[in-house]
């Protein structure tokens, strides 16, 4: 079974500053998508960067960028200049290319960006 | 609006009830999830959608729980004889097809009590 671990509950970063969210994946999969996403307090997931598991390059998104380490099943999360707004939960997740494509997540890691 | 919509945003219910939650999600996604989160959790899958069947009910933790989607838009997701339990968040998400992104709902806070 495909398993996602995120062993930081809490980070804090001032604004501005650089931070890096941790997550560590199992599986036994060859081919699977992994993302990262954001939770704020109004419930709504909302998906920050995907990484294929096929591609060595590592996925960015403006201020977002992720390093993916495919034979260490890691998958980290840097948020570049951080603002105010990115405070929120951050949850990994993984997606394995079979019939259901069904998301398997993380724990979750609470992000507070202080002023 | 444009994005998957979820009702009610909260119910709370007493020990033994029945209940109902709905997704409305975006239109033309042949592929609906749902996800429970408990406090402090991550999402865990329930059940998915591919038009009106449920192609994947892996996730489901028992017989009291059961999701539809008759015209295979709008799905309810069942809970008979609620436990404590089950209180938690109930997120649904809808993609255009099963491998396109996953676009969620704000879900519904679901409280037994």
């Known amino acids: 079974a495909q398993t996602v671990t995120q062993s930081q509950p809490e980070m804090s970063v001032q604004e501005a500053e650089t931070v890096t969210l941790s997550c560590t994946y199992d599986?036994?999969?060859?081919?699977?998508?992994l993302f990262w996403y954001k939770q704020p307090p109004s419930r709504q997931m909302i998906l920050v960067i995907r990484?294929?598991?096929?591609?060595?390059q590592n996925a960015t998104e403006n201020r977002f960028s992720v390093n993916f380490q495919k034979a260490a099943k890691s998958f980290s999360l840097k948020i570049s200049d951080s603002q105010l707004g990115d405070t929120a939960m951050y949850f990994c997740?993984?997606?394995?290319?079979?019939?259901?494509?069904?998301?398997?997540f993380g724990s979750g890691t609470r992000l507070l960006v202080r002023p | 609006g444009a994005g998957v919509s979820q009702t009610p945003s909260n119910k709370v219910t007493e020990k033994g009830k029945y209940v109902e939650l709905r997704c409305d999600p975006i239109?033309?996604?042949?592929?609906l999830y749902w996800y429970r989160q408990s406090l402090g959790q991550g999402p865990e899958f329930l059940i998915y959608?591919?038009?009106?069947?449920?192609?994947?009910d892996s996730g489901l933790p028992n017989d009291r729980f059961f999701a539809v989607r008759p015209e295979g838009s709008v799905s309810t997701l069942k809970i008979q004889r609620t436990e404590r339990g089950d209180s938690a968040v109930y997120l649904c998400?809808?993609?255009?097809?099963?491998?396109?992104?996953?676009?969620f709902g704000p879900g519904t806070r679901l409280t037994v009590l």
């Open positions: 959608f591919q038009g009106t069947g449920a192609a994947d």
């Open positions: 239109s033309g996604h042949t592929a």
């Open positions: 990484q294929e598991a096929y591609k060595q």
């Open positions: 998400a809808s993609s255009l097809q099963r491998e396109g992104e996953q676009f």
């Open positions: 599986t036994s999969e060859s081919n699977y998508y």
């Open positions: 997740a993984f997606r394995m290319m079979d019939s259901s494509y069904k998301l398997i």
